[in-house]
Nanobody, 121 residues
Framework: QVQLVESGGGLVQAGGSLRLSCAAS????????MGWYRQAPGKQRELVAT???????NYADSVKGRFSISRGNAKNTVYLQLSSLKLEDTAVYYC???????????????WGQGTQVTVSS
């Protein structure tokens, strides 16, 4: 089985910072892409940022210049540094990985359980 476990969410004032972490564990052959998505109440889940195994990053326009995604040395971890937080950043943040469990398997999507980020005024 594969698990993605997030940590680092919490309550922060507007303008503040947080760092989210996500670690993938289990039977994993290769991780293609890892990333973060978020879902605010009453809204659809949306992409925040992604990073490929080669280090290529992609950000939603709403977070460019404020958030930074990176992968750990072990390549099975991904981090999201959230800075200059705004009220509208309040959401549940989900870790995502596109990975192969074994060489003969196709890449599949895996999700973490989500971590709440609440930005207060």
């Amino acid at each position: 089985q594969v698990q993605l476990v997030e940590s680092g969410g919490g309550l922060v004032q507007a303008g503040g910072s947080l760092r989210l972490s996500c670690a993938a564990s289990g039977s994993i052959f290769n991780i293609n892409t890892m990333g973060w998505y978020r879902q605010a109440p009453g809204k659809q889940r949306e992409l925040v940022a992604t990073i490929t195994s080669g280090g290529r990053t992609n950000y939603a326009d709403s977070v460019k210049g404020r958030f930074s995604i990176s992968r750990g040395n072990a390549k099975n971890t991904v981090y999201l540094q959230l800075s200059s937080l705004k009220l509208e950043d309040t959401a549940v943040y989900y870790c995502h990985a596109l990975l192969q469990r074994m060489i003969q398997f196709r890449a599949e999507d895996y999700w973490g359980q989500g971590t709440q980020v609440t930005v207060s005024s």
